[in-house]
Protein backbone atom coordinates (compact mmCIF):
# COMPACT_ATOMS: atom_id res chain seq x y z
CA UNK A 1 0.00 0.00 0.00
CA UNK A 2 1.03 3.42 -0.93
CA UNK A 3 1.35 6.06 1.25
CA UNK A 4 -1.72 8.28 0.85
CA UNK A 5 -1.86 12.00 1.00
CA UNK A 6 -4.10 14.90 0.44
CA UNK A 7 -1.45 16.72 -2.24
CA UNK A 8 1.69 15.49 -3.30
CA UNK A 9 3.64 18.57 -5.04
CA UNK A 10 6.71 17.11 -7.11
CA UNK A 11 9.25 19.89 -7.26
CA UNK A 12 10.50 21.94 -4.45
CA UNK A 13 11.64 25.23 -6.61
CA UNK A 14 9.70 28.45 -6.13
CA UNK A 15 6.56 26.82 -7.81
CA UNK A 16 6.96 23.25 -5.85
CA UNK A 17 7.52 24.65 -2.63
CA UNK A 18 5.74 27.87 -2.13
CA UNK A 19 2.36 25.18 -2.89
CA UNK A 20 3.49 22.77 -0.41
CA UNK A 21 3.66 25.33 2.16
CA UNK A 22 0.64 27.20 1.15
CA UNK A 23 -1.43 23.74 0.54
CA UNK A 24 -0.15 22.75 4.79
CA UNK A 25 -1.33 26.07 5.79
CA UNK A 26 -4.49 24.85 4.93
CA UNK A 27 -4.86 21.78 6.50
CA UNK A 28 -4.60 19.82 3.34
CA UNK A 29 -1.38 16.33 4.17
CA UNK A 30 1.07 17.18 2.05
CA UNK A 31 4.35 15.48 0.19
CA UNK A 32 6.97 17.37 -1.68
CA UNK A 33 9.32 15.29 -3.74
CA UNK A 34 12.26 16.69 -5.05
CA UNK A 35 15.84 15.25 -6.39
CA UNK A 36 18.23 18.14 -6.52
CA UNK A 37 21.45 17.41 -5.29
CA UNK A 38 24.93 19.32 -5.04
CA UNK A 39 27.87 18.26 -6.46
CA UNK A 40 28.41 16.23 -2.90
CA UNK A 41 25.22 14.28 -3.23
CA UNK A 42 23.47 16.19 -0.96
CA UNK A 43 19.88 17.36 -1.34
CA UNK A 44 18.95 20.56 -1.51
CA UNK A 45 15.68 22.08 -1.81
CA UNK A 46 14.80 24.96 -3.39
CA UNK A 47 15.65 24.18 -7.36
CA UNK A 48 17.17 26.54 -9.75
CA UNK A 49 16.39 29.26 -8.02
CA UNK A 50 17.52 29.28 -4.43
CA UNK A 51 21.01 26.44 -5.65
CA UNK A 52 21.70 27.83 -8.87
CA UNK A 53 19.91 30.43 -10.15
CA UNK A 54 18.38 33.63 -8.64
CA UNK A 55 19.83 33.78 -5.47
CA UNK A 56 23.30 32.60 -6.08
CA UNK A 57 23.25 35.33 -9.17
CA UNK A 58 22.35 38.14 -7.07
CA UNK A 59 24.66 37.41 -4.54
CA UNK A 60 27.35 37.66 -7.10
CA UNK A 61 26.30 40.53 -8.74
CA UNK A 62 25.87 42.50 -5.45
CA UNK A 63 29.80 41.25 -5.11
CA UNK A 64 31.17 42.55 -8.42
CA UNK A 65 29.24 45.51 -8.23
CA UNK A 66 30.57 46.44 -4.96
CA UNK A 67 33.91 45.97 -6.62
CA UNK A 68 32.91 47.84 -9.76
CA UNK A 69 32.10 50.91 -7.42
CA UNK A 70 35.04 50.50 -5.74
CA UNK A 71 37.42 50.75 -8.96
CA UNK A 72 35.09 53.43 -10.61
CA UNK A 73 32.07 54.35 -8.73
CA UNK A 74 33.82 55.70 -4.97
CA UNK A 75 36.27 58.57 -6.62
CA UNK A 76 33.48 60.95 -7.06
CA UNK A 77 32.27 60.56 -3.51
CA UNK A 78 35.98 61.36 -2.96
CA UNK A 79 37.25 58.09 -1.63
CA UNK A 80 40.40 57.00 -3.19
CA UNK A 81 41.67 53.15 -2.88
CA UNK A 82 44.81 52.89 -4.61
CA UNK A 83 44.64 49.14 -5.55
CA UNK A 84 41.31 46.79 -5.64
CA UNK A 85 42.12 43.04 -4.76
CA UNK A 86 39.87 40.92 -5.37
CA UNK A 87 39.12 37.75 -4.12
CA UNK A 88 37.15 35.59 -5.86
CA UNK A 89 36.83 32.06 -3.83
CA UNK A 90 35.29 34.50 -0.69
CA UNK A 91 33.17 35.93 -3.32
CA UNK A 92 31.54 32.42 -4.30
CA UNK A 93 31.95 31.17 -1.23
CA UNK A 94 29.98 33.99 0.04
CA UNK A 95 27.62 33.25 -2.41
CA UNK A 96 27.31 29.57 -1.39
CA UNK A 97 26.68 30.36 2.32
CA UNK A 98 23.97 32.48 1.31
CA UNK A 99 22.42 29.58 -0.73
CA UNK A 100 22.97 26.90 2.34
CA UNK A 101 20.81 29.07 4.39
CA UNK A 102 18.13 29.44 2.29
CA UNK A 103 17.78 26.50 1.31
CA UNK A 104 17.98 24.88 4.59
CA UNK A 105 15.58 27.32 5.67
CA UNK A 106 13.12 25.84 3.41
CA UNK A 107 13.73 22.50 4.65
CA UNK A 108 13.04 24.03 8.56
CA UNK A 109 9.83 25.55 6.63
CA UNK A 110 8.70 22.21 5.58
CA UNK A 111 9.29 20.39 9.16
CA UNK A 112 7.58 23.52 10.95
CA UNK A 113 4.82 23.18 8.75
CA UNK A 114 4.72 18.96 8.70
CA UNK A 115 5.36 18.66 5.21
CA UNK A 116 6.46 15.33 4.41
CA UNK A 117 9.97 15.91 2.52
CA UNK A 118 10.47 12.72 -0.31
CA UNK A 119 13.66 12.65 -1.75
CA UNK A 120 13.98 11.32 -5.68
CA UNK A 121 12.51 11.96 -9.27
CA UNK A 122 8.69 12.07 -9.27
CA UNK A 123 6.86 10.59 -12.11
CA UNK A 124 3.26 10.75 -12.34
CA UNK A 125 1.03 7.43 -12.67
CA UNK A 126 -2.27 6.46 -13.50
CA UNK A 127 -4.94 7.03 -10.56
CA UNK A 128 -3.01 10.15 -8.89
CA UNK A 129 -0.04 7.86 -8.19
CA UNK A 130 3.58 9.38 -8.20
CA UNK A 131 6.48 7.38 -8.49
CA UNK A 132 9.83 8.09 -6.51
CA UNK A 133 13.00 6.97 -7.96
CA UNK A 134 16.00 7.25 -5.98
CA UNK A 135 18.83 6.24 -7.24
CA UNK A 136 17.68 2.91 -8.46
CA UNK A 137 14.82 2.63 -5.01
CA UNK A 138 11.90 2.97 -5.95
CA UNK A 139 8.55 3.84 -4.19
CA UNK A 140 5.07 4.93 -5.03
CA UNK A 141 2.81 7.68 -2.95
CA UNK A 142 -1.20 8.92 -4.05
CA UNK A 143 -2.83 11.75 -3.42
CA UNK A 144 -6.18 13.36 -3.96
CA UNK A 145 -4.40 16.19 -5.96
CA UNK A 146 -0.69 16.31 -7.37
CA UNK A 147 0.88 19.57 -8.17
CA UNK A 148 3.64 19.05 -11.20
CA UNK A 149 6.15 21.73 -10.55
CA UNK A 150 8.92 20.30 -12.46
CA UNK A 151 10.89 23.85 -13.16
CA UNK A 152 12.96 23.54 -15.96
CA UNK A 153 16.58 23.00 -17.49
CA UNK A 154 19.36 25.18 -19.87
CA UNK A 155 18.83 24.55 -23.03
CA UNK A 156 21.71 23.05 -25.24
CA UNK A 157 22.89 24.23 -28.53
CA UNK A 158 24.82 21.62 -30.68
CA UNK A 159 27.18 23.67 -31.75
CA UNK A 160 28.31 24.50 -28.16
CA UNK A 161 28.19 21.56 -25.60
CA UNK A 162 28.41 22.14 -22.18
CA UNK A 163 31.31 20.20 -20.94
CA UNK A 164 31.00 22.06 -17.40
CA UNK A 165 34.60 23.43 -17.48
CA UNK A 166 35.51 25.33 -21.09
CA UNK A 167 31.73 25.66 -21.88
CA UNK A 168 29.28 26.22 -18.86
CA UNK A 169 25.64 27.07 -18.38
CA UNK A 170 24.25 29.56 -15.74
CA UNK A 171 25.33 26.87 -12.66
CA UNK A 172 29.37 26.54 -14.01
CA UNK A 173 29.26 30.28 -14.36
CA UNK A 174 28.56 30.80 -10.92
CA UNK A 175 31.99 28.96 -9.69
CA UNK A 176 34.90 30.00 -11.80
CA UNK A 177 37.52 30.10 -9.30
CA UNK A 178 39.18 33.14 -11.09
CA UNK A 179 37.71 35.80 -13.48
CA UNK A 180 38.44 34.69 -17.15
CA UNK A 181 40.79 36.30 -18.48
CA UNK A 182 38.42 36.44 -22.10
CA UNK A 183 34.78 35.12 -21.92
CA UNK A 184 32.43 34.51 -24.39
CA UNK A 185 28.84 34.36 -23.77
CA UNK A 186 26.02 32.81 -26.41
CA UNK A 187 23.02 34.50 -25.86
CA UNK A 188 22.41 38.41 -24.81
CA UNK A 189 19.34 37.64 -22.91
CA UNK A 190 18.62 37.68 -18.92
CA UNK A 191 21.37 35.49 -18.05
CA UNK A 192 24.21 36.35 -20.41
CA UNK A 193 23.66 39.84 -19.59
CA UNK A 194 23.67 39.18 -15.38
CA UNK A 195 26.62 36.49 -15.45
CA UNK A 196 28.72 38.76 -18.42
CA UNK A 197 28.09 41.98 -16.16
CA UNK A 198 29.50 39.79 -12.97
CA UNK A 199 32.35 38.45 -14.90
CA UNK A 200 33.33 41.99 -16.60
CA UNK A 201 32.93 43.55 -13.37
CA UNK A 202 35.88 41.54 -12.03
CA UNK A 203 38.00 41.46 -14.78
CA UNK A 204 37.20 39.83 -17.76
CA UNK A 205 37.24 41.09 -21.33
CA UNK A 206 33.28 39.68 -22.19
CA UNK A 207 32.02 39.14 -25.85
CA UNK A 208 28.56 38.42 -26.09
CA UNK A 209 26.96 37.01 -29.21
CA UNK A 210 23.39 37.27 -30.19
CA UNK A 211 21.48 35.79 -32.92
CA UNK A 212 18.66 38.53 -32.89
CA UNK A 213 19.75 41.84 -34.63
CA UNK A 214 17.57 43.19 -31.69
CA UNK A 215 19.03 43.67 -28.33
CA UNK A 216 16.80 42.81 -25.26
CA UNK A 217 13.54 42.54 -28.01
CA UNK A 218 11.09 42.22 -25.03
CA UNK A 219 11.83 45.43 -23.63
CA UNK A 220 10.61 48.48 -24.22
CA UNK A 221 13.05 49.43 -27.56
CA UNK A 222 13.51 53.30 -26.03
CA UNK A 223 15.03 51.73 -22.54
CA UNK A 224 16.65 48.89 -24.30
CA UNK A 225 18.49 50.96 -26.95
CA UNK A 226 20.00 53.60 -23.70
CA UNK A 227 20.66 50.44 -21.52
CA UNK A 228 22.32 48.75 -24.90
CA UNK A 229 24.90 51.95 -24.72
CA UNK A 230 25.38 52.01 -20.79
CA UNK A 231 26.45 48.00 -21.05
CA UNK A 232 28.63 48.36 -24.28
CA UNK A 233 30.03 52.13 -23.88
CA UNK A 234 30.38 52.73 -20.28
CA UNK A 235 30.61 49.27 -18.93
CA UNK A 236 32.75 47.70 -21.81
CA UNK A 237 30.52 44.88 -22.46
CA UNK A 238 31.00 43.58 -26.39
CA UNK A 239 27.60 42.78 -27.56
CA UNK A 240 27.54 41.74 -31.11
CA UNK A 241 23.75 41.29 -32.58
CA UNK A 242 23.33 39.12 -35.13
CA UNK A 243 25.97 36.61 -34.82
CA UNK A 244 24.69 33.24 -35.58
CA UNK A 245 27.61 30.74 -33.87
CA UNK A 246 27.91 27.78 -35.67
CA UNK A 247 31.05 25.58 -34.06
CA UNK A 248 32.98 25.70 -31.19
CA UNK A 249 36.30 23.82 -30.60
CA UNK A 250 37.41 23.36 -26.82
CA UNK A 251 41.16 22.69 -26.34
CA UNK A 252 43.11 22.32 -23.36
CA UNK A 253 43.05 25.67 -22.04
CA UNK A 254 40.49 27.48 -23.98
CA UNK A 255 37.41 26.95 -26.58
CA UNK A 256 37.48 28.59 -30.13
CA UNK A 257 34.01 29.67 -31.36
CA UNK A 258 33.22 30.41 -34.89
CA UNK A 259 30.51 32.60 -35.88
CA UNK A 260 28.76 34.44 -38.80
CA UNK A 261 27.66 38.18 -38.66
CA UNK A 262 26.21 40.04 -41.59
CA UNK A 263 27.59 37.49 -44.15
CA UNK A 264 30.95 37.08 -42.80
CA UNK A 265 32.54 34.37 -40.98
CA UNK A 266 34.30 34.89 -37.69
CA UNK A 267 36.30 32.98 -35.31
CA UNK A 268 37.23 34.20 -31.45
CA UNK A 269 38.94 32.21 -28.84
CA UNK A 270 37.85 32.30 -24.77
CA UNK A 271 39.00 31.15 -21.88
CA UNK A 272 35.80 30.18 -20.84
CA UNK A 273 32.15 30.42 -22.82
CA UNK A 274 29.49 30.92 -21.06
CA UNK A 275 25.98 29.22 -22.97
CA UNK A 276 22.99 31.06 -21.98
CA UNK A 277 20.14 30.68 -25.25
CA UNK A 278 17.56 29.92 -22.99
CA UNK A 279 15.73 27.19 -20.79
CA UNK A 280 13.47 24.25 -21.89
CA UNK A 281 10.79 22.76 -19.43
CA UNK A 282 12.23 19.80 -17.38
CA UNK A 283 9.08 17.48 -18.51
CA UNK A 284 10.98 14.52 -19.86
CA UNK A 285 9.79 11.26 -18.87
CA UNK A 286 7.75 13.86 -16.17
CA UNK A 287 4.70 11.14 -16.49
CA UNK A 288 3.80 7.25 -17.71
CA UNK A 289 2.61 7.43 -20.99
CA UNK A 290 -0.61 5.54 -19.93
CA UNK A 291 -1.91 8.52 -17.96
CA UNK A 292 -1.75 10.82 -21.08
CA UNK A 293 -0.65 14.16 -19.94
CA UNK A 294 -0.80 16.37 -22.62
CA UNK A 295 2.25 18.63 -23.70
CA UNK A 296 2.78 21.33 -25.96
CA UNK A 297 5.09 21.55 -28.80
CA UNK A 298 7.33 22.97 -26.68
CA UNK A 299 7.13 20.24 -23.87
CA UNK A 300 5.79 22.08 -21.67
CA UNK A 301 2.49 20.49 -19.70
CA UNK A 302 -0.44 22.14 -20.78
CA UNK A 303 -2.90 23.96 -18.73
CA UNK A 304 -5.65 26.06 -18.20
CA UNK A 305 -5.91 29.60 -16.70
CA UNK A 306 -6.39 27.72 -13.12
CA UNK A 307 -2.90 25.69 -13.88
CA UNK A 308 -5.07 22.57 -14.61
CA UNK A 309 -3.73 19.44 -16.63
CA UNK A 310 -6.29 17.68 -18.79
CA UNK A 311 -5.57 14.70 -16.20
CA UNK A 312 -8.72 15.19 -13.47
CA UNK A 313 -6.90 16.20 -9.91
CA UNK A 314 -3.57 16.98 -11.54
CA UNK A 315 -1.93 21.14 -12.02
CA UNK A 316 0.79 22.10 -13.46
CA UNK A 317 2.51 25.11 -12.17
CA UNK A 318 5.97 27.23 -13.13
CA UNK A 319 8.50 27.13 -15.34
CA UNK A 320 7.05 24.14 -16.34
CA UNK A 321 4.01 25.57 -18.06
CA UNK A 322 3.24 28.46 -20.30
CA UNK A 323 4.02 31.85 -19.58
CA UNK A 324 6.93 33.87 -18.14
CA UNK A 325 9.75 31.29 -16.85
CA UNK A 326 10.24 33.59 -13.41
CA UNK A 327 10.19 32.58 -9.85
CA UNK A 328 7.28 34.75 -8.51
CA UNK A 329 5.09 33.70 -11.42
CA UNK A 330 5.90 30.37 -10.24
CA UNK A 331 5.35 31.24 -6.51
CA UNK A 332 1.56 32.88 -7.18
CA UNK A 333 0.74 29.84 -9.33
CA UNK A 334 1.80 27.47 -6.04
CA UNK A 335 -0.37 29.80 -3.85
CA UNK A 336 -3.27 30.13 -6.11
CA UNK A 337 -3.66 26.30 -6.68
CA UNK A 338 -3.10 25.09 -3.26
CA UNK A 339 -5.91 27.82 -2.54
CA UNK A 340 -8.15 25.82 -5.52
CA UNK A 341 -7.54 22.48 -4.14
CA UNK A 342 -8.88 23.57 -0.37
CA UNK A 343 -11.76 24.95 -1.83
CA UNK A 344 -10.85 28.75 -1.97
CA UNK A 345 -11.49 31.13 -4.76
CA UNK A 346 -8.14 32.06 -6.14
CA UNK A 347 -6.98 34.10 -8.99
CA UNK A 348 -3.72 34.61 -10.94
CA UNK A 349 -3.29 37.82 -13.18
CA UNK A 350 -1.12 36.97 -15.70
CA UNK A 351 -0.94 40.26 -17.26
CA UNK A 352 1.16 41.52 -14.15
CA UNK A 353 3.89 39.60 -13.88
CA UNK A 354 6.67 42.16 -13.14
CA UNK A 355 10.01 41.67 -15.24
CA UNK A 356 13.69 42.37 -14.02
CA UNK A 357 17.07 42.24 -15.46
CA UNK A 358 19.70 42.82 -12.55
CA UNK A 359 22.25 44.78 -14.56
CA UNK A 360 23.26 47.84 -13.64
CA UNK A 361 21.23 49.74 -13.69
CA UNK A 362 18.49 47.56 -14.00
CA UNK A 363 15.52 47.21 -16.39
CA UNK A 364 12.77 46.45 -14.58
CA UNK A 365 9.29 46.68 -16.45
CA UNK A 366 5.28 45.69 -16.09
CA UNK A 367 2.59 45.88 -18.82
CA UNK A 368 3.17 46.29 -22.64
CA UNK A 369 5.70 48.23 -24.09
CA UNK A 370 5.41 51.40 -26.40
CA UNK A 371 5.85 48.77 -29.59
CA UNK A 372 3.40 46.88 -27.97
CA UNK A 373 1.00 49.42 -27.65
CA UNK A 374 1.56 50.62 -31.54
CA UNK A 375 1.17 47.03 -32.86
CA UNK A 376 -2.18 46.50 -31.02
CA UNK A 377 -3.41 49.79 -32.60
CA UNK A 378 -4.43 51.29 -29.37
CA UNK A 379 -5.02 54.81 -28.36
CA UNK A 380 -2.06 55.64 -25.92
CA UNK A 381 0.03 58.64 -24.65
CA UNK A 382 3.30 58.02 -22.73
CA UNK A 383 5.53 60.07 -20.21
CA UNK A 384 8.68 59.70 -18.72
CA UNK A 385 11.32 61.25 -16.32
CA UNK A 386 15.07 60.79 -16.03
CA UNK A 387 17.17 59.89 -12.90
CA UNK A 388 19.57 62.38 -14.03
CA UNK A 389 17.07 65.13 -12.70
CA UNK A 390 16.01 63.03 -9.37
CA UNK A 391 17.57 64.53 -6.55
CA UNK A 392 18.06 61.17 -4.69
CA UNK A 393 19.33 59.57 -7.65
CA UNK A 394 22.10 62.57 -8.42
CA UNK A 395 23.16 62.10 -4.54
CA UNK A 396 23.94 57.84 -5.40
CA UNK A 397 26.06 59.51 -8.38
CA UNK A 398 23.18 57.56 -10.72
CA UNK A 399 23.12 59.67 -13.65
CA UNK A 400 21.03 57.42 -16.13
CA UNK A 401 18.20 55.76 -17.16
CA UNK A 402 14.20 56.75 -16.89
CA UNK A 403 10.40 55.99 -15.72
CA UNK A 404 8.74 55.21 -18.62
CA UNK A 405 4.87 55.05 -18.30
CA UNK A 406 1.71 53.98 -21.35
CA UNK A 407 -1.36 54.87 -20.29
CA UNK A 408 -4.49 54.46 -22.42
CA UNK A 409 -5.30 57.88 -23.82
CA UNK A 410 -8.54 57.71 -23.07
CA UNK A 411 -9.27 56.59 -19.80
CA UNK A 412 -5.29 57.54 -18.67
CA UNK A 413 -5.43 53.57 -16.82
CA UNK A 414 -1.71 52.63 -16.83
CA UNK A 415 -0.66 49.90 -19.33
CA UNK A 416 2.89 49.36 -19.13
CA UNK A 417 5.66 50.74 -16.70
CA UNK A 418 9.52 50.81 -18.06
CA UNK A 419 12.09 51.65 -15.37
CA UNK A 420 15.90 51.39 -16.20
CA UNK A 421 17.87 52.82 -13.59
CA UNK A 422 18.63 52.34 -9.94
CA UNK A 423 16.52 49.77 -7.64
CA UNK A 424 14.41 49.83 -10.60
CA UNK A 425 13.42 46.05 -9.48
CA UNK A 426 12.08 47.83 -6.44
CA UNK A 427 10.36 50.83 -7.76
CA UNK A 428 8.66 48.08 -10.06
CA UNK A 429 6.42 46.93 -6.99
CA UNK A 430 4.92 50.44 -7.15
CA UNK A 431 3.86 49.92 -10.80
CA UNK A 432 2.57 46.48 -10.29
CA UNK A 433 0.42 47.35 -7.39
CA UNK A 434 -1.37 51.06 -9.06
CA UNK A 435 -1.73 48.46 -12.34
CA UNK A 436 -3.79 45.64 -9.98
CA UNK A 437 -6.03 48.25 -8.76
CA UNK A 438 -6.38 49.68 -12.06
CA UNK A 439 -4.85 52.98 -11.56
CA UNK A 440 -5.22 55.80 -13.46
CA UNK A 441 -1.39 57.98 -14.17
CA UNK A 442 -3.74 60.79 -12.23
CA UNK A 443 -3.92 58.26 -9.52
CA UNK A 444 0.13 57.98 -8.79
CA UNK A 445 0.21 61.98 -10.24
CA UNK A 446 -1.95 62.10 -6.83
CA UNK A 447 -0.01 59.96 -4.41
CA UNK A 448 2.72 61.61 -1.96
CA UNK A 449 5.99 60.47 -2.88
CA UNK A 450 8.80 60.84 0.11
CA UNK A 451 11.45 63.72 -0.77
CA UNK A 452 14.23 62.83 -1.73
CA UNK A 453 13.38 59.11 -2.78
CA UNK A 454 13.82 57.45 -6.27
CA UNK A 455 10.29 56.67 -6.15
CA UNK A 456 9.54 60.37 -7.14
CA UNK A 457 10.82 59.56 -10.46
CA UNK A 458 7.81 57.35 -10.85
CA UNK A 459 5.52 60.12 -9.38
CA UNK A 460 7.01 62.90 -11.76
CA UNK A 461 6.84 60.11 -14.91
CA UNK A 462 3.15 60.11 -14.19
CA UNK A 463 2.68 63.76 -14.04
CA UNK A 464 4.87 63.90 -17.27
CA UNK A 465 1.92 61.61 -19.22
CA UNK A 466 -0.26 65.00 -18.97
CA UNK A 467 2.80 66.70 -19.49
CA UNK A 468 2.90 68.67 -15.92
CA UNK A 469 6.07 67.06 -14.75
CA UNK A 470 7.52 69.60 -12.20
CA UNK A 471 11.46 68.57 -12.47
CA UNK A 472 11.77 68.55 -16.01
CA UNK A 473 10.85 70.75 -19.26
CA UNK A 474 7.48 69.04 -20.86
P1 LIG B 1 16.52 34.39 -22.60
O1 LIG B 1 15.38 33.86 -23.36
O2 LIG B 1 16.33 35.55 -21.68
O3 LIG B 1 17.70 34.81 -23.59
C1 LIG B 1 18.30 33.92 -24.48
C2 LIG B 1 18.91 34.72 -25.60
O4 LIG B 1 19.71 33.85 -26.38
C3 LIG B 1 17.88 35.33 -26.53
O5 LIG B 1 18.16 36.70 -26.72
C4 LIG B 1 18.06 34.54 -27.81
O6 LIG B 1 17.81 35.32 -28.97
C5 LIG B 1 19.51 34.14 -27.74
N1 LIG B 1 19.85 32.93 -28.48
C6 LIG B 1 19.13 31.79 -28.57
N2 LIG B 1 19.81 30.88 -29.33
C7 LIG B 1 20.98 31.46 -29.68
C8 LIG B 1 22.10 31.04 -30.44
N3 LIG B 1 22.17 29.81 -30.94
N4 LIG B 1 23.13 31.90 -30.62
C9 LIG B 1 23.08 33.16 -30.08
N5 LIG B 1 22.03 33.60 -29.36
C10 LIG B 1 20.99 32.77 -29.16
O7 LIG B 1 17.13 33.12 -21.82
P2 LIG B 1 18.20 33.03 -20.66
O8 LIG B 1 18.96 34.29 -20.52
O9 LIG B 1 18.95 31.76 -20.93
O10 LIG B 1 17.29 32.84 -19.40
C11 LIG B 1 16.38 31.74 -19.35
C12 LIG B 1 15.16 32.07 -18.55
O11 LIG B 1 15.52 32.22 -17.20
C13 LIG B 1 14.53 33.37 -19.00
O12 LIG B 1 13.38 33.07 -19.75
C14 LIG B 1 14.16 34.05 -17.72
O13 LIG B 1 12.78 34.00 -17.58
C15 LIG B 1 14.78 33.26 -16.61
N6 LIG B 1 15.67 34.11 -15.82
C16 LIG B 1 15.17 35.23 -15.24
C17 LIG B 1 16.01 36.06 -14.54
C18 LIG B 1 15.46 37.30 -13.92
O14 LIG B 1 14.26 37.41 -13.76
N7 LIG B 1 16.28 38.28 -13.60
C19 LIG B 1 17.35 35.77 -14.43
C20 LIG B 1 17.82 34.64 -15.05
C21 LIG B 1 16.96 33.82 -15.74
Known amino acids: MSEKFDVVVVGAGPAGYVAAIRCAQLGLKTACVDDWQNADGKPSLGGTCLNVGCIPSKALLDSSEK ?3 AQHGFEAHGIK ?11 VARKDSIVANLTQGIAGLFKANKITSLHGRGKLLADRKVEINNAGDSSVVSADHIILAVGSEPMAIPVAEVDGDRIVDNAGALDFDSAPKKLGVIGAGVIGLELGSVWRRLGAEVTILEAMDTFLAPVDQQLAREAQRTFTKAQGLDIKLGAMVTASKVNKKSVRVNYTLKGEEYSDTFDRL ?26 RIEVDHECRTNVEGVF ?5 VKGPMLAHKASEEGV ?3 EMIAGQQAHINHDLVPWVIYTHPEIAWVGITEEQAKADGLNYKTGFFPFAANGRSLAMNEKGGRVKMIADADTDRILGVHILGPNASELIAEAVLAMEYSASTEDIARTIHAHPTLSEAMHEAALSVDGRALHKVN
Not at 81 to 91: F, L
Not at 316 to 320: K, L, Q, S, T
Request: charged share 25%.
Open 274 to 299: IVAVGRRPNTDDIADPGVGLALDDRG
Open 67 to 69: VAQ
Open 336 to 338: AVA
Open 316 to 320: AIGDA
Open 81 to 91: IDKVKVDVPTM
